[in-house]
């Protein structure tokens, strides 16, 4: 078996281990149905929680392990290839999923962040999913145009700064349902209860999109430089260029709203969801849906 076919196996083996484990957290998300927060002497109440960590524990741990079959697919990607593994967007996908899922998992070390889980294995499931039925394409050396140092610097800036549009973004769900669920004037119940609270979701959203912004701003910036090395001009208003600029304009505004009394909150999460379908748009629907400079790698 080829460095390619063993990559190929890895990358599915990966996706079908991040499905198991949102199919978990769904199970967890659903045992916690009508539980309120913790009273004591409540044995029936009891046992369920040991049944949702215990769900939540196996989600975690069958995350990792997929993750670190996603770093061997895609390492194997690279040697089968004999360079990075970025060249296409089968490539770009996977690099992204493996880096989001990187950052999920720091989270649940350090800040106890599985209420992430459910959101994370599901976009790393469908992304996976979508890479190894629809975007894949077989090993290729890469184009002369991509022949640059600034290809390795565009494209790792993008996978980082996507990584935390995506996670950003699902604590903007989150805050969603969780504010919802607070504005009722009663207790929170079920798995909302075990979530940060809406203000706390707020901030960690916020904190994320603070860290992406720049980077994403230069990943253009970036983008931009290597489109002079290759084409000989820094801006041609390429459909992949002129969807980066419209994504960078989204999550400009989100900023602005989150820093303005008015828009605070819901309005500020909204725009947060609406960056990440437009990121999402940017590297799936333009390369299937448009032509231009961007498309010499196929999909």
């Not at 079959?69 to 967007?89: D, E, F, I, T």
């Not at 002129?242 to 999460?269: D, M």
């Amino acid at each position: 078996m080829t460095l390619s076919e063993l990559s190929d196996l890895s990358m599915v083996a990966a996706a079908v281990g991040y499905l198991i484990a949102f199919f978990l957290h769904s199970g967890e998300w659903a045992f916690a149905r009508g539980l309120a927060p913790k009273r004591p002497l409540d044995k029936s109440e009891d046992q369920a929680r040991i049944r949702v960590d215990l769900l939540g524990r196996l989600a975690i741990g069958v995350t990792a392990v997929a993750f670190v079959v996603n770093v061997v697919a895609v390492v194997l990607r690279g040697m089968a290839a004999g360079r990075p593994p970025w060249g296409n967007m089968y490539e770009f996908v996977t690099a992204l999923v493996m880096f989001a899922v990187l950052a999920y998992l720091v989270a649940v070390w350090k800040l106890g962040a599985r209420w992430l889980g459910i959101g994370i294995t599901l976009v790393a499931a469908m992304g996976l999913g979508g890479a190894v039925t629809v975007f894949y394409v077989d090993v290729a050396p890469l184009v002369p145009a991509l022949h640059s140092v600034w290809f390795v610097i565009h494209i790792v800036a993008a996978v980082i700064s996507g990584a935390a549009f995506n996670l950003a973004a699902i604590a903007s769900v989150l805050y969603l349902l969780r504010r919802r669920a607070e504005a009722g004037g009663r207790a929170v119940t079920g798995y909302l209860a075990r979530i940060p609270s809406a203000a706390r979701l707020d901030l960690f959203a916020y904190r994320l999109h603070a860290f992406a912004f720049p980077l994403w701003t230069f990943t253009i910036a970036a983008g931009s430089i290597w489109a002079q090395y290759a084409w000989g001009r820094f801006w041609n208003w390429d459909p992949k260029e002129t969807w980066s600029f419209v994504t960078w304009v989204i999550y400009a505004a989100y900023l602005h709203a989150r820093a303005t009394a008015g828009w605070k909150g819901s309005p500020a999460a909204i725009i947060a969801v609406v960056g990440v379908v437009s990121f999402w748009f940017n590297f799936v629907g333009v390369n299937l849906i448009f032509s231009g400079l961007h498309s010499y790698a196929g999909i």
